[in-house]
């Protein structure tokens, strides 16, 4: 029976194909640094702890090492070369050319952790700015407000000197992997985040509050079900009938069964539901030259603006429109509809009631 070349211990019959390539690899590298004088198939190693060894000097003498890997690599080395030092039952192998292969890997493992541990000290260099970045944005700006749904918690706005301040990536992130190396990119980082200002880092958008002319949620949710399957195809009888009746006045058994010998295949009757989404929010602002345009926003935009600028919002600018023109003895009811919405926006601000039932109580007091 074959033995490993490395330990001399008899070879096991392999029939993982994952074993076997993994087996094919580490023979072909030995190969290739002419450590075999000769090879058949016949020289391999064993699937242990030879091939786990040869596997972790390899790994990481081409790839990220640290010093933990460092140590793995240093008890790898010691123990192929005790082995093979030992084993006396392989006399097609090159003694000189296997160590000199496993000190040569050893010395690459110990230069890659080097500059590991130079990665290393510049990442966590990178990431104490990045940190202090985020901490000083956060108190510059105290006052976020969000979206109540967290998946679109990377956008917020406050209020700051006269302006709406939205903030649209306040959650940025380093990319990832970015720990890893190389080296230079990891410094380059570094630089660019040093020279970023807040305005891309984070961006932000400032608009004055007398730009705002008002702003709308628009759209809808619908949901739309389509129902497929229940037809079948057959070479016999027409039952298309049967089907029916099975349908109104029976069960989905009864319909098989009343096929049984038929040779008719019936699909499964299946219904999905479908959501068209289009909800967006409309904010109407001036621009540069006094001209108002509206700029289309995703539908959770609405939500923080209600929030933060509740005045702006269309409906209420139009209630209050109404109220200052209508005479006061023809429509008593809308001062106090307005008075009402904002005692339920202090509620909402409170938190007592959700972002919905003030949404829900707002159109009722404005008949909307």
Known sequence: ???????????????????????????????????????????????????????????????????????????????????????????????????????????????????GKQIDEAYQKLTALFQSRIDAFAAAYPNFVYAQDPKFNHVCATKRDQSLVIIENSCPKLEDKLYRGPLKKVQDTYQQLQELDDRDMFAITTIPLSDIISFQLVGDIDRVATTSGGGGGSSGPNIGGAIVGGLLFG???AIIGAQAGTGVNINPIQSTINEYDTRRTLLNLKNADGVAEIRELPFYYAEIFTKVIPEKEFSFLQAERNSSTAPVKENPQNDNAIEAIKKFKELLDMGIITQEEFDTKKKQLLGL
């Open 251 to 253: 069960t989905v058994g």
């Open 1 to 115: 029976m074959a033995r490993c070349i490395i330990c001399g211990d008899r070879l096991k019959v392999l029939r993982n194909s994952w074993d076997l390539g993994r087996r094919k690899s580490i023979s072909a590298m030995l190969q290739e640094h002419g450590i075999y004088v000769s090879y058949t198939q016949l020289d391999d190693v064993c699937f242990g702890q030879c091939t786990g060894s040869l596997g972790t000097l390899y790994l990481h003498a081409v790839d990220c090492c640290r010093e933990q890997d460092l140590k793995d690599c240093a008890n790898a080395r010691d123990y192929l070369l005790q082995k093979v030092s030992q084993n006396k039952h392989n006399k097609l192998f090159d003694l000189a050319a296997f160590t000199n292969f496993v000190n040569s890997a050893y010395r690459d493992a110990e230069k890659l952790c080097i500059r």
